[in-house]
C-alpha cells in the first residue's frame, strides 16, 4: 500500500467524523492526534511517550467510555509529558468526537491500515496528502501550496547540509526540508559520527494546524530542533541562530491580515512577502553559508524595490545557479517558480560574476496526478550542477540550443538586473493555457480568489496606515 492508498483510507475515515458533526478543517486535526500516537508506535518512539497514554493504551481499552477515556490522554500529554515537544503539541487539546462509538470507528481504522509501507516522512506525507484532498473539496480548500518531495529531496543533495551545521527554514510547513536533511546526512555519515556533532534544525512556521504537525515530524524523526511558531519576517526571527544552510518554499502571494511590524533589519519593505522571505535568508547566512529557495516568477524581474533586493542579493553573495522549475508542479497549475541557489560571501561586496541557469520548464510535460514529478526528473540539472554545495564544481554550458548556459554579471546589469533569462522556446503556453483536469480548474478558481482577497487587503491595510500616519 503507498502513501496515496493510506491518504484514500483515512480520507475516508473522516466520513464517521462529519456523521459526528465534525467540519471539514476540524477533522484533519483531529486525525493527526490519533495519526501522531500510532506511527509513534510504527518507528519506534513510542517509549518516549508516558506510559498508559500511547496507542496501545488507546486500543487497548476495554472500559464503558472510550471518549472520556481519550480526552483524559490528550489532557495529561499536553500537560504533563516529560517531553516538551509532547506538551507542545497536545497544548489545549479539544476533542471534536463526540460519541465513543464514533471514536472506536476510526481508531480501528487507523489500527487496520498496512503501516509498513509508510516512508520516513510519514506524518508530513499524510498531513499533506489530506490537506491535498481537502483543497480539492470545493467547500473548502486549504490553500497551501506544499512543496514537492522530489523538488525537496534534489534540492538537500545539491546543497548538501553537513554535521554540525545549523540547518534553517523559516516558513518550514510540515518540516520537509529538514527532515529531508536529516535522513540524507544520515545516510552519508556513521551514526557515531551524526551522534558527536549533529547538526542543529531551525524552524518557524506562522500557521498553528501545521507547526503542530512540524512538531510532530521532529519528534518522530528525532531531530535536535528550535522550532517557533510565528513569523519569520518579524522580532520573532529573534530567536534564530545565522545559518550554515537556509532552505525554504517561502508562501506564495501578499503580506496581508497582521499588524506587526516587519524586522528592522529588512530594508525594503512592501506588500512582496516572497522579496521579504528572500532578504530574511541571505541577511541570515553565515559568511560561507549556502542557500536555495523557490521563488515565483515576478521576484526574478519586478522593477523599483525587486531590483534593488536582486542587486544586494548578488552583492552580498554568490548567485550561482538558478532552476527555472516545469509549470504545474504545485498544486495551483498557475504558479511558475524557480529556485535560487546562493552563497553568503566573506565580504559584503562583488560576491556574484557568473550566474548559470537551467530550463527546465521548455517543453517540459505537464506534470500533475498522471504524471508526477519524481526523482529522475532532476538528474540531469544536478549533473550540470556539480557535486560542490556551493556551486564551484566545472560547469560546462549547452549553448543556446541547450538547457543550461551562463550569465555573466556585467550582461546582467545591462538588463537592469532582471534575472529573468530565457533563452528557449518564448512561445511555451502558460500553464492556465494548457488542459486542466476539473478538480485543478476548481483549487485555480480558488487559490486566484484567495489571492485576490490578500491583495486587496493588503492595500487596504496599507490605505489605512497612510490615513493614520496623515492624521
Given at each position: 500500500m503507498n502513501i496515496e492508498n493510506i491518504v484514500q483510507k483515512i480520507w475516508n475515515l473522516c466520513h464517521i467524523l462529519r456523521g459526528d458533526g465534525v467540519s471539514y478543517h476540524e477533522y484533519i486535526s483531529e486525525l493527526t492526534y490519533l495519526l501522531f500516537l500510532k506511527i509513534a508506535e510504527e518507528n519506534g518512539t513510542e517509549d518516549l511517550l508516558p506510559k498508559g497514554y500511547r496507542w496501545r493504551d488507546l486500543v487497548g481499552y476495554e472500559g464503558p467510555d472510550l471518549l472520556n477515556f481519550y480526552r483524559e490522554m490528550l489532557t495529561y500529554l499536553g500537560g504533563h509529558a516529560e517531553s516538551e515537544n509532547i506538551r507542545k503539541i497536545y497544548a489545549f487539546p479539544t476533542t471534536v468526537f463526540s460519541h465513543s462509538e464514533n471514536l472506536k470507528a476510526v481508531v480501528d481504522g487507523i489500527a487496520r491500515l498496512d503501516w509498513h509501507s509508510l516512508s520516513m516522512d510519514g506524518m508530513g506525507d499524510i498531513y499533506e496528502g489530506l490537506l491535498s484532498k481537502n483543497s480539492q473539496d470545493a467547500r473548502s480548500g486549504a490553500g497551501q501550496y506544499f512543496t514537492p518531495r522530489a523538488l525537496v529531496d534534489s534540492i538537500v543533495k545539491l546543497v548538501q547540509p553537513a554535521l554540525g551545521d545549523v540547518v534553517q527554514d523559516p516558513a518550514t510547513g510540515s518540516g520537509g526540508f529538514l527532515i529531508s536533511a536529516d535522513q540524507q546526512l544520515r545516510a552519508r555519515v556513521a551514526p557515531d559520527e551524526y551522534d558527536r556533532n549533529p547538526p542543529k534544525y531551525e524552524g518557524v512556521e506562522i500557521e498553528k494546524a501545521t507547526f503542530r504537525i512540524c512538531l510532530m515530524n521532529a519528534f518522530l524523526h528525532q531531530l535536535d530542533s528550535r522550532l517557533i511558531l510565528g513569523d519569520a519576517l518579524t522580532s520573532d526571527a529573534d530567536l534564530l541562530s545565522p545559518a550554515d544552510v537556509i532552505l525554504a518554499n517561502p508562501p506564495f502571494g501578499a503580506k496581508a491580515g497582521s499588524a506587526r511590524k516587519l524586522r528592522e533589519d529588512i530594508t525594503y519593505g512592501g506588500a512582496n512577502k516572497q522579496l521579504a522571505f528572500l532578504q530574511h535568508i541571505y541577511l541570515g547566512l553565515k559568511p560561507g553559508g549556502r542557500a536555495a529557495?523557490?521563488?515565483?516568477?515576478?521576484?526574478?524581474?519586478?522593477?523599483?524595490?525587486?531590483?534593488?533586493?536582486?542587486?544586494?542579493?548578488?552583492?552580498?553573495?554568490?548567485?550561482?545557479?538558478?532552476?527555472?522549475?516545469?509549470?504545474?508542479?504545485?498544486?495551483?497549475?498557475?504558479?511558475?517558480?524557480?529556485?535560487?541557489?546562493?552563497?553568503?560571501?566573506?565580504?559584503?561586496?562583488?560576491?556574484?560574476?557568473?550566474?548559470?541557469?537551467?530550463?527546465?520548464?521548455?517543453?517540459?510535460?505537464?506534470?500533475?496526478?498522471?504524471?508526477?514529478?519524481?526523482?529522475?526528473?532532476?538528474?540531469?540539472?544536478?549533473?550540470?550542477?556539480?557535486?560542490?554545495?556551493?556551486?564551484?564544481?566545472?560547469?560546462?554550458?549547452?549553448?543556446?540550443?541547450?538547457?543550461?548556459?551562463?550569465?555573466?554579471?556585467?550582461?546582467?546589469?545591462?538588463?537592469?538586473?532582471?534575472?529573468?533569462?530565457?533563452?528557449?522556446?518564448?512561445?511555451?503556453?502558460?500553464?492556465?493555457?494548457?488542459?486542466?483536469?476539473?478538480?485543478?480548474?476548481?483549487?485555480?478558481?480558488?487559490?486566484?480568489?484567495?489571492?485576490?482577497?490578500?491583495?486587496?487587503?493588503?492595500?487596504?491595510?496599507?490605505?489605512?496606515?497612510?490615513?493614520?500616519?496623515?492624521q
Open positions: 529557495v523557490v521563488l515565483p516568477d515576478n521576484v526574478l524581474f519586478e522593477e523599483g524595490v525587486g531590483q534593488k533586493i536582486r542587486r544586494e542579493l548578488m552583492e552580498l553573495c554568490n548567485l550561482h545557479t538558478i532552476l527555472r522549475l516545469p509549470s504545474g508542479i504545485f498544486y495551483s497549475p498557475g504558479v511558475k517558480t524557480n529556485v535560487l541557489f546562493f552563497v553568503r560571501g566573506e565580504t559584503d561586496s562583488g560576491n556574484t560574476e557568473t550566474v548559470w541557469v537551467y530550463d527546465m520548464r521548455h517543453e517540459a510535460p505537464r506534470f500533475g496526478k498522471k504524471r508526477p514529478l519524481t526523482a529522475g526528473d532532476f538528474e540531469p540539472f544536478e549533473s550540470a550542477f556539480g557535486s560542490d554545495p556551493s556551486g564551484n564544481a566545472p560547469r560546462v554550458s549547452e549553448g543556446e540550443g541547450g538547457r543550461w548556459r551562463s550569465y555573466d554579471r556585467r550582461a546582467i546589469a545591462d538588463r537592469s538586473d532582471n534575472l529573468d533569462l530565457i533563452w528557449l522556446g518564448g512561445s511555451d503556453p502558460a500553464p492556465e493555457e494548457l488542459p486542466a483536469e476539473p478538480e485543478e480548474v476548481a483549487a485555480a478558481i480558488i487559490g486566484h480568489l484567495r489571492n485576490a482577497l490578500a491583495d486587496i487587503q493588503a492595500v487596504a491595510d496599507e490605505l489605512g496606515d497612510s490615513s493614520g500616519a496623515a
